[in-house]
T-cell receptor, first 115, second 114 residues
Framework: GQQLNQSPQSMFIQEGEDVSMNCTSSSIFNTWLWYKQEPGEGPVLLIALYKAGELTSNGRLTAQFGITRKDSFLNISASIPSDVGIYFCAGQLRAGGTSYGKLTFGQGTILTVHP | KAGVTQTPRYLIKTRGQQVTLSCSPISGHRSVSWYQQTPGQGLQFLFEYFSETQRNKGNFPGRFSGRQFSNSRSEMNVSTLELGDSALYLC?????????????FGPGTRLTVL
């Protein structure tokens, strides 16, 4: 099935560093979402973006919905050990009722933070 | 508000058997979506139910089916299990309508097929 191109695939950083990851798609979406997943758990919603150009923050996390509607990025500032996990981007296209529910996911970015 | 719950959390089955997974959405949510997560394919959309009707479907064989009840709880069934069906099955609930509709995931059911 279709997947978004998410990069980088993994990151090893020191505590206190900033992190940036992004997602690109060959098709447009009108919703971009960022989730974090920890071992043995389901994805937890971090940030939701609903409008092209939108920039939204959630604590140390900032995400933007690209103007072309084909990309999004997530920044984490001043990383801490509990930021460890897998970060997923997801796009959703609402073009009538048949698009509801379907999220298309990136492959994930594995984040490791060294104390 | 209680989150999305899934039962059971773990299942071990053998090839050829069938399995039923259950999902209880967040109170007030009428949409339930199901996803399969594997190391090779990542997170793949299976189907979505809204008000007891399947509203959207991904590219999975007919062995994968689901249903939704009047209280919005949903079940997913996989018949004639294959080794490749081993995966984490996630359900997500949402209001199911509106421009800012957002999906919230449960903890998943880990299915192992031997």
């Amino acid at each position: 099935g279709q997947q978004l191109n998410q990069s980088p695939q993994s990151m090893f950083i020191q505590e206190g560093e900033d992190v940036s990851m992004n997602c690109t798609s060959s098709s447009i979406f009108n919703t971009w979402l960022w989730y974090k997943q920890e071992p043995g758990e389901g994805p937890v919603l971090l940030i939701a973006l609903y409008k092209a150009g939108e920039l939204t923050s959630n604590g140390r996390l900032t995400a933007q919905f690209g103007i072309t509607r084909k990309d999004s990025f997530l920044n984490i500032s001043a990383s801490i050990p509990s930021d460890v996990g897998i970060y997923f981007c997801a796009g959703q296209l609402r073009a009538g009722g048949t698009s509801y529910g379907k999220l298309t996911f990136g492959q994930g970015t594995i984040l490791t933070v060294h104390p | 508000k209680a989150g999305v719950t899934q039962t059971p959390r773990y299942l071990i089955k053998t090839r050829g058997q069938q399995v039923t997974l259950s999902c209880s959405p967040i109170s007030g949510h009428r949409s339930v979506s199901w996803y399969q997560q594997t190391p090779g394919q990542g997170l793949q959309f299976l189907f979505e139910y809204f008000s007891e009707t399947q509203r959207n479907k991904g590219n999975f064989p007919g062995r994968f089916s689901g249903r939704q009840f009047s209280n919005s709880r949903s079940e997913m069934n996989v018949s004639t299990l294959e080794l490749g069906d081993s995966a984490l099955y996630l359900c997500a609930s949402s209001l199911g309508q509106g421009r800012k509709d957002t999906q919230y995931f449960g903890p998943g059911t880990r299915l192992t097929v031997l």
